[in-house]
């Protein structure tokens, strides 16, 4: 069920990435490994048993060995899992395939305030998935440090809307640590989860989406998957991905959300939008939950107008994919972007100013941008605050009318 | 009959501890009852301090009532909104005080209501002592527009004149806490700022931060840590290098007291109140202390400790019963009025119930006033461009 934009990327990263490379990648990887045994050491002194170079170098050709046989083909068996079963599927294949790998956060040991790592702690161990204390900037700072010295860091902040202790960790240190050093250091390994968005009743602390705040970063991935099987997909590109990873998890679809996914560990690409239908009339973009809105909406509009959308789920927040979403206003002449987040400010606006500059003369109305009011997030009025499918449904009639 | 009333007479005098047994079954005049009583209390723990607060505490009839009332009132305002809360009637996130009366009861004891205070998101028991009544709580939380934050906050968002709320980030409201002190030494008008975070926030970087910034200006600063012995499901031997909170500050005073007992926290905030009135610059208590919901109503509590514990905390050492022990083996108070206080303070909690339930909801223009100070009004953006609301504040 792939479309052809998928394959070719695999194609493109199979070719890409050539054995005699990866060889290299591996050697590089251990000289690093051993360079850095020490700091590892210092720095985390109670995995050092579990840190093994010549170990983690194998783990590493075994997840790249994964990496080209399942790529792109997330077949084998599958099993009926929601959104936190999928999460804990892939940091389990993690922790499997990769000695290194650890996770750790405030409550993570017990199974996490959304059940996201249940069952880990007793499979792999107490010193590879351990409580925190609540010290988010010491959290991620930790985790950087981690990764730094050559060790596969899953930081878990508990609410996306408690990462703000953290943001200097994250903007100053992780982002910009392979750019200051030259590309002699970077945290690559770092991946930070966060559970994310609105949840019915979260009010004004556990209910933002402030991916916009870290796309201002360069040097930092924000990714956000709509679904199980995305989900699982995509933290597995991230944690694998040589640069710092922020998961956005949307917390409504922990359990709403429920798929068949591969049990076998799979990636799916990041900076890749997915195209979820195919239109004519008008481009629908967004991601997380928001994503299920917009396809009933889509819906909708077909049903009610006869209008054809075309429907975006751009899952990667920054690097974003431009081309993706510029090719498809380029057909449409019509954009609409929708997140929970306030719109002034908010990646929307990114994306409005990108396609008009690229796509300024096929634009047959003015791009709508239909969001979270510009207030905090309320607590009781959360029903009016999100953009709704009536919201977005008005901005499609206007533009079509326009 | 008779021989009955001699029995029971005489059982309620053995568990008591009174001899004058004969009292118990007729009714007394006020005459009756000791008026003042003075109390063995724990002896608090000393970090750089020579002297610590008094080991004896004097409690007088009207004293002991009051802080009885006051614990009882929040412990009833706290089962109602768990009950609320499992009726789906008070939504999202709730943290409940019961277990923890004491510290909020002593230590309003041992303040003015123009001293200061500040806590983290367990509020609802602090909201009520600084004077905000049940029926705006209970209504802050069904989200009601006689709350006490216009029913836009809930639970973790509740404020009063001198009491800065009511603060969701862990550990966030302590900078706050030291630069309300600043400003009290700035204006020099002796007053002091409590400022209360849990044995969680206790290892949040920010906490480090005001400690030297309070000591280095001698800022008149109560710090607080309530030491629930778990920050959410974490105990604080698994979090804390050092679980010694009151020693954390280092080059800061420190008091480790029994956070249980109403008499122990007035007295050491007490000291602590007077130490910063003196100008000797901040000072760190630790109240020990116990909550018997887990940590919000997501959290049953029994997952990372045990029933039994919670159990011998409730039976052992729950700050209501210690307080009404010692009243009534001191013949300061009788059962009945115990009694009576309860049956008022259930009706009191009942009626505020009812406002909570059936007080509208905000209007829709609420949502967007008091974001910006501005006058006139400010245009709000929203969700798409033709939807725009004002902002008035």
């Known amino acids: ?402 | 009959m008779k021989t009955m009333l001699a029995i029971i007479s005489n059982a309620l005098c053995r568990m008591t501890g009174r001899n004058a047994g004969a009292r118990v079954v007729v009714s007394r005049s006020f005459a009756d009852f000791t008026p003042q009583a003075t109390f063995d209390i724990k002896k608090c723990d000393l970090h750089r301090l020579e002297e610590g607060p008094p080991v004896k505490a004097e409690l007088t009839r009207e004293q002991g009532l009051q802080y009885y009332r006051t614990m009882q009132t929040v412990r009833r305002m706290e089962l109602k909104a768990d009950q609320l809360y499992k009726q789906k009637i008070i939504r999202g996130f709730c943290h409940l005080y019961d277990g923890q009366e004491a510290c909020a009861a002593g230590i309003e004891a041992a303040i003015n209501p123009s001293d200061h205070l500040i806590t983290a998101y367990r509020a609802h028991g602090y909201t009520y002592t600084r004077g905000v009544s049940v029926k705006e709580i209970l209504a802050e939380l069904t989200g009601r527009r006689g709350g006490v934050a216009k029913g836009k906050g809930g639970s973790m968002h509740m404020y009063a004149p001198h009491f800065y709320g009511g603060n969701g980030i862990v550990g966030a409201q302590v900078p706050l806490g030291a630069g309300i002190a600043l400003a009290c030494q700035y204006q020099g008008n002796n007053q002091v700022c409590v400022t209360l975070y849990g044995d969680g926030a206790a290892n949040q970087g920010q906490l480090f931060e005001s400690y030297n910034m309070a000591a280095l200006w001698k800022l008149p600063c109560i710090f607080i840590c309530e030491n629930n012995k778990y920050g959410m499901g974490t105990s604080v031997e698994r979090a804390a290098a050092s679980t010694d909170y009151y020693k954390r500050g280092d080059f800061i005073p420190g008091l480790r007291v029994d956070g249980m007992d109403v008499l122990c926290v007035r007295e050491a905030t007490q000291f602590a109140a007077d130490h910063c009135r003196a100008g000797k610059g901040p000072i760190i208590m630790e109240l020990q202390t116990y909550r018997y919901h887990g940590h919000s109503m997501s959290d049953p509590g029994v997952s990372y400790r045990t029933r039994e514990e919670i159990q011998e905390v409730r039976s052992k050492s729950d700050p209501i019963s210690m307080l009404k022990e010692r009243m009534l083996s001191h013949n300061m108070a009788s059962v009945e009025e115990f009694k009576e206080i309860d049956i008022e303070i259930r009706k009191q909690v009942e009626e505020a119930t009812q406002f909570a339930t059936s007080d509208p909801e905000p209007p829709l223009e609420e949502l967007c006033n008091h974001i910006f100070s501005k006058n006139p009004p400010l245009e709000v953006r929203g969700t798409s461009p033709w939807s725009k609301l004002k902002s008035v504040s």
Not at chain 1, 24 to 44: D, G, H, M, P, T
Not at chain 1, 155 to 171: G, L, R, S
């Open chain 1, 1 to 402: 069920m792939r479309s052809s934009w998928q394959y070719s990327n695999i194609i493109q990263q199979l070719t890409t990435i050539n054995p005699y490379k990866s060889h290299i990648c591996c050697c590089l990887y251990r000289q690093k490994v051993e360079f850095n045994y020490s700091i590892c050491a210092f720095l985390f002194c109670r995995n050092t048993t579990k840190i093994q170079p010549a170990g983690s170098q194998l783990a590493r050709v075994l997840s790249i060995l994964h990496f080209f046989n399942l790529i792109g083909s997330p077949k084998g068996p599958t099993q009926k899992m929601n959104l936190f079963q999928s999460i804990t599927s892939a940091l389990d294949n993690t922790l499997a395939s990769d000695p290194t790998a650890v996770i750790f956060g405030e409550d993570v040991a017990f199974g996490g305030v959304f059940r996201c790592t249940v069952g880990l702690r007793d499979k792999y161990g107490k010193d590879r998935v351990f409580n925190t204390p609540l010290c988010e900037q010491g959290i991620v700072g930790f985790g950087i440090g981690v990764a730094v010295a050559g060790a596969t860091a899953i930081a878990e902040i508990q609410f996306a809307d408690y990462i703000f202790p953290a943001f200097d960790q994250i903007v100053n240190e992780a982002a910009k640590y392979r750019y200051r050093s030259g590309n002699l250091f970077d945290c690559g390994n770092l991946t930070i989860r966060a559970p994310w968005g609105c949840v019915g009743h979260g009010a004004l602390y556990h209910s933002q989406s402030p991916e916009a705040f870290f796309a201002h970063c360069p040097g930092l991935k924000i990714v956000i998957p709509r679904g199980p099987i995305q989900a699982k997909g995509l933290l597995l590109s991230c944690i694998a991905d040589k640069n710092p990873c922020i998961f956005f998890e949307p917390k409504i679809l922990y359990r709403a959300a429920v798929e068949q996914v591969p049990e076998e560990p799979y990636t799916i690409p990041l900076s890749q939008a997915e195209i979820l239908q195919e239109g004519s009339d008008v481009t629908l973009v967004s991601w997380g939950t928001q994503i299920h809105v917009l396809k009933e909406v889509a819906s909708m509009a077909q049903e009610k107008l006869g209008v054809s959308c075309e429907v975006i789920d751009l899952q990667t927040i920054l690097p974003w994919d431009i081309e993706t979403v510029c090719k498809s206003v380029v057909k449409t002449g019509r954009l609409l972007i929708s997140h929970e987040a306030p719109v002034t400010g908010g990646f929307a606006a990114e994306i409005s100013s990108t396609v008009q500059e690229e796509c300024f003369l096929n634009l047959e109305a003015p791009i709508s941008r239909v969001c979270g009011y510009d207030t905090p997030f309320p607590h009781i009025f959360e029903p009016f605050y999100t953009p709704d499918k009536w919201k977005c449904f008005e901005a499609i009639k206007k533009m079509i009318n326009y």
